[in-house]
Each structure stands twice: as structure tokens, then as C-alpha cells.
């Protein structure tokens, strides 16, 4: 059974710092591309940062330079670094993981974690 369990969501005023984790189990870790995403009330769905099993990542345009995403085969966690947030970072942040970054919409999802930018 795969399971896929994000934290570290929570409030920060502008410019605040975040950082997500997310614990993978069910699955071989290691071999598999790993993925945030975001939604926002009312938003489409968005493909934040990836990271694929040979340490290759990818970002959207509107955090790079901000988020960073990082994994940790030893314990099977995946992180995303939030810098320099705005409120229109607000959203539901999702941890994802396939065998590819092509395959992550359809691949293994956690239940989401609330970030807030609010002051």
C-alpha cells in the first residue's frame, strides 16, 4: 500500500520561510520522480517543482529562485524549501510520485497540506 503523508504546511506572513516534507512508504523510493503541487481556490491544479531519481529538478517560473525541492532517499522524504513567500503562494500543497515527471498527474498523491501567506 502506498502512502504518501506531507506536513509542514501551516501560516506565514509575506516573506516568510516554509518547508515542506513529504514521507513516502509502498513504494522503492529511490527509483521514483518525485513532485509538489499546488492548488489555489478557484486555480487550476499546478506542477510546482520535480525531482527526478537521478537528482535532475525542475520548477515552475513563478518560484524558482524562491523554492527549492530536495530528496532524502535514506528516509524516503521528498522537501520543498519555500522562500521569499507571497499570498499568492497560498494553496494546497500536494506531494506526488511516478517513475517520471510525465507520469506524476497520474502517479501516487498524499492528501495535501494548507500553506497560508497572509499577514
Known amino acids: 500500500q502506498v502512502q504518501l503523508v506531507e506536513s509542514g ?8 520561510s516554509l518547508r ?17 503541487y499546488r492548488q489555489a481556490p478557484g486555480k487550476e491544479r499546478e506542477l510546482v517543482a520535480a525531482i527526478t531519481s537521478g537528482g535532475s529538478t525542475n520548477y515552475a517560473d513563478s518560484v524558482k529562485g524562491r523554492f527549492t ?5 535514506a528516509r524516503n522524504t521528498v522537501y520543498l524549501q519555500m522562500n521569499s513567500l507571497k499570498p499568492e503562494d497560498t494553496a494546497v ?3 506526488a510520485a ?9 502517479g501516487y498523491w498524499g492528501q495535501g497540506t494548507q500553506v497560508t501567506v497572509s499577514s
Open 9 to 16: 504546511g501551516g501560516l506565514v506572513q509575506p516573506g516568510g
Open 93 to 95: 500543497y500536494y506531494c
Open 98 to 106: 511516478a517513475p517520471n515527471v510525465a507520469g506524476l498527474n497520474q
Open 69 to 73: 525541492i530536495s530528496r532524502d532517499n
Open 20 to 36: 515542506l516534507s513529504c514521507a513516502a512508504s509502498g513504494i522503492t523510493f529511490s527509483a521514483y520522480t518525485m513532485g509538489w
